[in-house]
DNA sequence: ATTATCTATAGATCTATAGATAATGC
DNA sequence: ATTATCTATAGATCTATAGATAATGC
């Protein structure tokens, strides 16, 4: 995983003054991190098994980070960052085709699909983290979120969606969210009855209903008796 | 928290023979856990601390227990045996008004609301379990899911949703649920705009649709250029 | 001289159990 | 006599640090 520059490099102290070692041990220590907690999770693994992986001495790892849960953090951060970049990169293909919503969803739900594993592990672990940077992760939640608040913004100001208001321009965005996610938390059940496609296929009809007729609507169905 | 009788009560082994007592000390258990549990996490809870609280003594937490992964996976079936038995009586209400569908959406979300603090938890550690319990914990979320494919699948049989396939009445039975599970981790935020029966409200035009005009769907916006 | 790194371990827990005691029922 | 309960602690970790060593740059 590439480990994208973010708030946490300054957020978190070390005993190392070279900036540039700071930022390539760091990548050593969130890349092995990464690969323990998604097998072990947080509480089952030691630093001792974090610096051996990280090929660095127990004391190393003191000198980068102040305690366990510092390199928790900077894992979630991590994390965040690499989706935050995915999505901002397969965004750029999905603008202009006919239907933006529709091709912004796939490109998002992709990246879930990739990145599942390590989206898994910052929801299953974020509350283990201090008040202090549990905010920070949950802001950065926020922040993708608001990736589809303004896409969706947009097409409703432009009359490519239908008049929606704040609230639910808000909801649906959170929905778009949340089910991408729900492909990395239910994907042991799911993966039995979908492909990644079949999903995403699914899932945009529901979330834009189907472009042949209405989706499960009232008014579509037949009269109330 | 009544602790409806469950699969675990089998399950987990115990060294007393009296069945009652069982009963009666592992819910003093399972209370007092769950607090601990919300309060602080399954890892950061000590056997002592839940010992103490249940007012009995560590060495006879473990005539009730084999492991304190035993209390964890008590307190998994214990929430949804009280998850399922809420939704079960709150769904007798729903059934017979004009929208059945939009009744049970209402009554589980409510569920979810009133319980979300347990549902969360689950969520959280259920990584946590030994795989056998952990397979467990997950058919039961099935469980649950289980009852909106069949709520779907009559509603679709009778007419009263238009034809859904397999695929798309189970999937949109997940997404209900995780839909109602939304509201449990993104309450910190979603809870700064809307109350709960707004969030029913909104959430169940975007599942059903709107019933005055489409929702977001390609057909009812303006044509493509 | 300063910065980075390693080795070795202090100190703090925490789970789970062994063995002693109290309560119960024949 | 059997079952339930408690007290006290063995044994096993694990985090974080102190102090020693190696590398770097003036």
Not at 31 to 53: C, N, P, Q, S, Y
Not at 155 to 165: C, F, K, N, R, V
Not at 187 to 205: A, N, P
Request: proline share 2%; aromatic share 8%; with cysteine.
């Amino acid at each position: 995983m590439k480990n994208h520059k973010s708030q946490a490099t300054k957020d978190v102290p070390s005993q190392v003054k070279n900036q540039d070692l700071i930022y390539r041990r760091r990548m050593q220590i969130i890349d092995a991190a990464v690969k323990l907690f998604i097998d072990k999770g947080f509480h089952k693994t030691t630093t001792r098994e974090i610096a051996r992986e990280a090929g660095i001495s127990t004391g190393l790892l003191y000198e980068y980070v102040a305690s366990k849960d510092d390199v928790l953090y900077l894992v979630c951060e991590a994390i965040h960052a690499e989706v935050e970049h995915r999505v901002a990169h397969a965004l750029k293909k999905a603008t202009g085709g006919r239907d933006v919503l529709a091709g912004m969803i796939r490109e998002y739900f992709l990246v879930c699909d990739r990145m599942s594993d390590h989206i898994l592990l910052v929801y299953q672990e974020t509350r283990t983290l201090p008040p202090r940077w549990r905010k920070r992760v949950l802001e950065n939640e926020l922040k993708l979120t608001g990736v589809f608040v303004k896409a969706l913004q947009e097409l409703a100001d432009t009359g490519d969606l239908p008049p929606l208001d704040k609230q639910e321009i808000e909801l649906i965005a959170h929905n778009i969210t949340v089910l991408g996610h729900m492909w990395t938390f239910r994907r042991w059940f799911l993966g039995r009855h979908f492909k990644i496609e079949d999903y995403i296929k699914v899932q945009t009809d529901f979330i834009l209903g189907k472009s042949t007729g209405g989706y499960i609507r009232a008014d579509s169905a037949k009269e109330e008796s």
